[in-house]
């Protein structure tokens, strides 16, 4: 843990007392996003301390060319980054002619952070003696709407609590910004349009190269004690890229001057280049009828609807409670799945690190959530996003020299192209085509919708199985076919050999692609006929296929009784993590990259990922021997790391480790346990969260078509419950020490398994086991 200055509380993060140095943690940490936008929790008020200022919207990225050290053939031209947006929610504020800024006020006192999770907003407040002798209460809320998903709300409010003031408010938008991380240090906005009308102005501007057009908007009321003032916008200032107004209040003591500014942006992506003022002037109509109070009411109602079904409590442990709303909440935050041209950036809005909007993370961590927590739709925009996306691979496996429709997804992309540019990761890290095959099978394990596999996932499984065949080599040595030169999960070691988890995982891809061919072909034979015509697909490629996936290579140590992680693990010098001095880690920004990649450190879960995917390939006690061989190994340098060994740790009924493993998870970002949290949130591994609460201690898994569960319960918890949506019927499922209760909302009746015991779960009845 490296940080500890967030309230527990159930249902939102607060912070209190001021502390420039926290100011860039905390914004990554208020956070708002709805789906459609998102924005670090930047201060409205000019700063002049440290500070990462974000805004993005989903879906706008910038291609900024690679820059590498030494080109290699097959990088791709760019880097996608998440693109630093056009700024809606500056109001620099005057009193008495004096900025307020924190960084610069004579005192501040009572600085309160709220980010109310419950009901999706945001709040902040604080009072302030300038340097003019002027004291003043602050209180400003924000949201962005999650009903009109194109606009975000400020009520900003100051207070006179000593003499009189002028107060002006200089609500701006502004689209001259950059991004911190940009490679060459360019702009990748082009400004367009500036206009204003009455007390509304909107910045048109289009990304560079991309040619994204945004309508960045804002529009502003002024009150003083409630009252909404007539006046117009003063002292109006525009550039080219930015336009700035002035709204002057007089207030006495106690008396409260207020601005509403309602702002964010329209975009192409979703209206007529030429509708975009239009399409923005109608949010902003539509908002100055419902008002700040009704807007607000609506969040809470739909979060309320969010919460019902997304859900987990924990009963006697707030801070686990606080960890996995947290968590639930910024999932919901950044993907609602309305959209299935979007995804699932591992920094969601909180962040420019990583660029690109896609990893294997989604496929991997994040599917289970959506697929459980939300109509399966949801869960197939996501496979579809990636049935969308299959030319693409196939071609970027053409740049790398595979041949006959073999599709490779790139490791990070915003439209299908690769997008990452390292070469151990790019070329090497290929075990994420594994993933994207295992979330098809996992999608039909779970909701039983098989038609997504003869109409779409079935030409994504040829592609992916031809990758490999092709990326298999066969050893006259071994007799056996290996895969050389890869990067693992395990991105602390690059190019090695016969990287157990790749190996298996590209094993099972062609296996599992020949069994569903073979399904198709009996049951839908006319997609069948489809897809082999369009693949160009015959017995005698399956028959190749087949060769390599029944001889593939594993690496075994008899001497440990282990799979290895790759053919030389055993080469290096195997000292636990328990004995590296503590002023050591995290070791990726303590040691060299090469002192890493010689050390026996691992990153993530590995060979114990396969083990995850894998389950019921194992017996308990290979999982046990595993656990025991590379956990203590293993440095949880990444987000994605905890949630895998917390499951594994739960199934293996180490309690007191899985609870450890799910704090880590849970408050990863809360306590910064990775020494990062102010370059924005790991959103991606908070859908581990999830899973190590229902996967791990619910030990919640699909087996032919039916509901398992292994309930276990942390000492520390008295209770916990959370809600799944399976094949359409809401299973509620309550554990307590020494019960485990279901409630099904549905018409039909469900049977499902408490360790290994057949329990028939009828409609609307409680059942206790
Ligand atoms: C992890 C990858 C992951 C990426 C994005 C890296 O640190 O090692 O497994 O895909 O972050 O979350």
């Known amino acids: 843990m490296n940080q500890d200055y967030i309230k527990p509380d159930n249902w939102s993060i ?29 201060f409205e008020e000019s700063y002049s301390g440290a500070t990462f200022q974000g805004s993005y919207i989903a879906g706008i990225y910038y291609p900024d060319k690679t820059k590498v050290g030494w080109w290699k053939n097959g990088y791709p031209e760019y880097f996608a980054k998440v693109l630093n947006a056009p700024s809606w929610i500056g109001i620099n504020v005057t009193i008495n002619g004096e900025a307020l800024d924190l960084n610069a006020c004579k005192e501040v006192k009572n600085f309160r952070r709220e980010l109310n999770m419950k009901e999706g907003w945001y709040n902040r407040s604080f009072e302030a003696v300038l340097q003019n002798g002027t004291a003043v209460a602050v209180n400003v809320t924000r949201f962005l709407s999650l009903t009109e998903d194109e606009l975000g709300v400020i009520k900003y409010e100051v207070k006179l609590v000593n003499g009189s003031a002028t107060i002006t408010y200089s609500p701006y938008i502004d689209a001259g910004v950059t991004n911190e991380d940009a490679n060459w240090e360019e702009k990748f906005w082009e400004p367009l349009d ?44 525009i550039g080219n890229d930015k336009i700035q107004f002035c709204y002057t209040a007089e207030a006495a003591q106690g008396e409260t001057a207020a601005l509403v500014k309602f702002g964010g942006y329209t975009v192409s992506l979703n209206h007529k280049e030429s509708e975009l003022i239009d399409a923005a002037k109608n949010v902003i109509a539509s908002a100055q009828i419902k008002r700040y109070s009704t807007l607000l009411e609506e969040q809470k109602e739909v979060w309320a609807k969010i919460w019902e079904m997304a859900d987990i409590t924990i009963d006697g442990d707030v801070k686990a409670q606080q960890g996995i709303r947290f968590n639930i909440f910024q999932l919901n935050q950044t993907y609602l799945g309305k959209d299935p041209r979007l995804n699932i950036g591992p920094k969601g809005f909180t962040g420019e690190k990583y660029g690109g909007s896609t990893y294997w993370d989604t496929e991997a961590y994040c599917i289970p959530f959506y697929m459980a927590t939300k109509d399966q739709q949801v869960a197939r925009n996501l496979l579809t996003y990636r049935y969308n996306h299959l030319e693409k691979a196939i071609e970027n496996a053409a740049k790398l020299g595979f041949t006959n429709g073999a599709a490779l997804y790139p490791m990070v992309t915003m439209n299908g192209e690769e997008c990452h540019n390292e070469w151990e990761i790019t070329f090497e890290e290929i075990h994420r085509n594994g993933a994207i095959a295992f979330a098809i099978y996992n999608y039909y394990r779970f909701t039983g919708d098989y038609s997504y596999i003869p109409e779409k996932g079935l030409e994504v499984l040829i592609g992916i199985a031809r990758f490999w065949q092709q990326r298999a080599t066969f050893s006259s040595h071994k007799k056996r076919y290996v895969i050389l030169g890869v990067t693992g999960p395990n991105e602390y070691e690059n190019n090695v050999n016969n990287n157990f988890y790749t190996n298996y995982i590209a094993k099972w891809c062609i296996d599992y692609a020949i069994e569903q061919i073979a399904k198709v072909k009996s049951d839908y034979n006319e997609d069948y006929s489809r897809i ?94 595993h656990f025991d061989f590379y956990e203590p190994l293993t440095v949880h340098e990444s987000s994605l790391s905890p949630c895998v060994h917390s499951i594994q740790a739960a199934g293996l009924g180490r309690m007191e480790q899985a609870y450890t493993f799910y704090l880590r998870t849970s408050r990863l970002d809360l306590d910064d346990y990775n020494k990062e949290v102010e370059e924005g949130l790991h959103i991606t591994s908070m859908a581990g969260t999830w899973m190590s609460i229902v996967e791990g201690f619910g030990g919640m898994r699909v087996k032919n078509d039916t509901l398992h569960f292994e309930p276990r319960i942390p000492e520390q918890w008295q209770g916990y419950s959370f809600k799944i ?45």
């Open 725 to 769: 949506n399976f094949r359409n019927q809401i299973l509620k499922v309550s554990i307590q020490q020494g019960e485990t209760k279901f409630n099904l909302e549905g018409d039909k009746e469900l049977t499902v398994f408490v360790n290994g015991k057949e329990v028939k779960v009828q409609p609307n009845a409680l059942v206790t086991v």
């Open 14 to 42: 607060i912070e209190e007392g001021f502390d420039a140095e926290r100011v860039k943690s905390s914004e990554s940490l208020f956070s708002i996003g709805n789906g459609a936008m998102g924005q670090r929790a930047n």
């Open 194 to 237: 500036v206009q204003h009308e009455g007390d509304s102005a909107f910045v048109t501007a289009r990304t560079f190269k991309t040619h994204f057009t945004v309508a960045t908007y804002m529009h502003n009321s002024l009150f003083v004690n409630e009252k909404k003032q007539d006046v117009t916008p003063q002292n109006i200032e």
């Open 532 to 625: 082999m015509a369009k693949a160009n697909l015959n017995d005698d490629e399956i028959k190749q296929w087949k060769k390599v996936a029944d001889n593939m290579y594993f690496p075994y140590s008899e001497e440990h009784g282990v799979y290895l992680q790759q053919d030389n693990f055993l080469d290096k010098e195997l000292i636990p993590v328990s004995e590296l001095d503590r002023s050591q880690r995290p070791i990726n920004q303590k040691w060299s990259w090469d002192r890493i990649l010689r050390s026996c450190y691992i990153k993530q879960a590995d060979v114990l990922q396969g083990f995850y995917f894998f389950e019921d390939h194992f017996s308990k006690e290979q999982l046990a021997k």
